[in-house]
């Protein structure tokens, strides 16, 4: 088959998100609850006669480091990397940047003569936090590929059905996959869905590669074939990190875009199962994001707008997954049954009910937040932060072991200007993707 790229390969596919299916727990898959199941990938082996080699990649080195980003108007990137493009003159490559205004770092494309796309491979930046193990963040990564990329990738197709979610290597750093399919409205084209999430073993800022391939024109027939064959998995990995410069710069409000911010570019619209409402910018865990969350939620309700209100407080309500982001291996299977039964009672459903459920009174416009870590809480020393702002009861969390190491969490309260105690709602932490709320669990923990 001869293959060509056109212009048609210049304009980002319009999606939306239809319906996503989980076909299976992948903790449970893997024997215990916080663990996915590893799956090799055999890509870039060479086989002889009595030889094997492994992370053979053959073609032009496609390298996006400091000097990439300045001559295509990108932010620094925080993690640079490089990639091997298998030569071919029917492949099109497009940098991202101001002057391409194309939202990845970079697209790669191959199409038929007629204009068909077989496959379109995006990068784009994504910051997974450091946990207390490294089975613990891909976790986490698992949560960001299926509660973030994967509604907006298939939005505005039908038939969304995630496959599956694994661990596996990308030469030698950990990385998460999540499998999907998807059926176009209209004209029944059926796409393979593929999101690596790649992580650097001493950096929280990994890169994020997603493609879709055709199920007829592409070389990807079955599902297992995700794992072995088609010229995107190949460019995956073949992806290495770079050193970073001592001129890099150092992260700010102004870097790169996350992986979330450039999907929802890609879309052309926010995801239905994207939470954040518009005008908010979750900075990863940083505390000045979720004081704005507040203040915009507080604004809604003074303004009388349920609708939002209560699309920010269910953002918060986390899922089996999310908790595992809060909760320490000490948090027994009836602590867990506990804690979801907790959440489960909450209105989720009741519009007016949710967007009071963390509601301040309307003199009380000042929002302030307070954080310390679960080592901080159970510490609990006289004078500190925690000891100040937190409860005695998330320090009997902490020194129970429920609350997960070297996660910080954050009170947040509301004031009256000049008054210096008002309401207080507990426990809120970043699960890797999104602003997560735990609550006072302690109340069914008795």
Known sequence: MKRTVTCFLLVCLPLSFSQVCSQSDPAAEAGRPGKLVFREETVGVVRGPGFKAEGVFMGTPLVLDEAYTAKHELPALQTPFKVVVPKDNNLYFLPGGKKSGVPELARLSIATEDKTAVEILRFVTMTVPLQRT??????VCANLLRTKALPQITSNYEQAR???V??????GNDAVCLLAEMVKP???EAYWVKTVGVMPAN????VMAFFMADKQLSEIKTQADLLTKGFSQKVIHSLEFLPVTATAAPPSNGGSKSASEALRSWTGTAAQADTTPKGIVPAPGRANSLKALFEKHHAALMAQDEATAAKIVRGLLPDETRLRAALGSDATPEIWAKIQGFHAQLPKTDDAALAKLLAAKPAQTLVKVHGATSEELALYAEGSLAFAEFPGAARDLAKAGILKPGVTFFEVEFLEPGAEAG???HLFYWDGASWSMLGPVWRVLK
């Open 134 to 139: 490294p089975e613990d963040r891909l976790v």
């Open 162 to 164: 995630q496959l599956d």
């Open 166 to 171: 694994y661990a596996t290597r990308v030469r």
């Open 186 to 188: 209209g004209t029944g």
């Open 203 to 206: 950096s929280e800022n990994g």
């Open 423 to 425: 309401m207080k709602f």
